[in-house]
């Protein structure tokens, strides 16, 4: 499986998602899209961030149908450093791991455009198999944005990228 759909690596009881995406926009862009509140906004979920190392970030995303304080998640900026990486802890209601996960994008100019590097580290392997389709929806969901097309469908999303993956999990 390559990068760009992802790969959720498992050790012990611990899991990590890795993506890898190339965008055909501009490092500023993809970075304004993944920090601004107001850009997070129209493809995740409703953000505050305090945009220092050090500072926090709150984040009610649109999907899965739950109630919002089981999807709020709330974490310390751990690297603040425009606009090639931002890194913040992922606490969660929901997640089954007793101490927080660790949330990374880095930015890298690829020639007219940039590679983006998700990484999520410190999820349960259950977690990690329910947050790997998701995430999947959600950067196809900042790609869309990018480019101005409209968003698709979170849900369905998730469960076409499931079906693909064989996972079992269902938001």
């Not at 992802?6 to 055909?24: S, V």
């Amino acid at each position: 499986m390559t990068s760009r759909e992802g790969k959720l690596t498992i050790e012990g009881d611990r899991a990590t998602l890795n993506f890898e995406r190339r965008l055909p926009y501009s490092v500023d862009a993809v970075w304004a899209a993944i920090t601004d509140p107001e850009q997070r906004n129209q493809w995740m979920g409703e953000t505050t961030i305090d945009a220092r190392e050090g500072g926090t970030i709150e984040l009610i995303p649109h999907s899965p149908p739950i109630p919002p304080q089981q999807k709020t998640m709330s974490g310390r900026i751990r690297v603040w450093d425009p606009p090639r990486v931002f890194e913040h802890e992922w606490s969660q209601a929901v997640l089954s791991a007793p101490e927080p996960g660790v949330v990374r994008y880095e930015l890298t100019p690829d020639g007219d455009g940039t590679l983006l590097r998700f990484i999520h580290r410190g999820l349960t392997a259950s977690d990690g198999q329910g947050f790997h389709p998701g995430t999947h929806a959600y950067l196809d969901r900042l790609e869309a944005h990018l480019g101005g097309q409209p968003l698709p469908d979170w849900a369905q999303r998730y469960q076409e990228v499931a079906q693909s993956l064989g996972a079992q999990w269902t938001p």
